[in-house]
């Protein structure tokens, strides 16, 4: 995350972070403002799952173009 944050062009890309890890306040805090979403471990629904997903996601390109260097 922190390479693919500290490239300007990539700062936008979401990322969901799905887990089976109980996070600790520290994960979380590391975390924070890094990833879009936050999916710990949980009886999900798979519905549920990507209405979350989907939900988070909205308002990004589906196919944004990439510029080149």
């Not at 520290?26 to 936050?38: S, W």
């Not at 629904?45 to 589906?62: C, D, F, K, M, N």
Request: charged share 20%; net charge negative; aromatic share 2%.
């Amino acid at each position: 995350l922190e390479q693919l944050r500290s490239n300007h062009a990539w700062q936008d890309i979401p990322v969901i972070d799905v887990t089976a890890k109980d996070l600790t306040d520290e994960d979380h805090q590391r975390l924070n403002h890094q990833v879009t979403l936050i999916l710990e471990k949980g009886g999900f629904q798979t519905e549920t799952l990507l209405a979350q997903i989907r939900s988070s996601l909205r308002g990004v390109p589906a196919n944004p173009t990439s510029s080149s260097n």
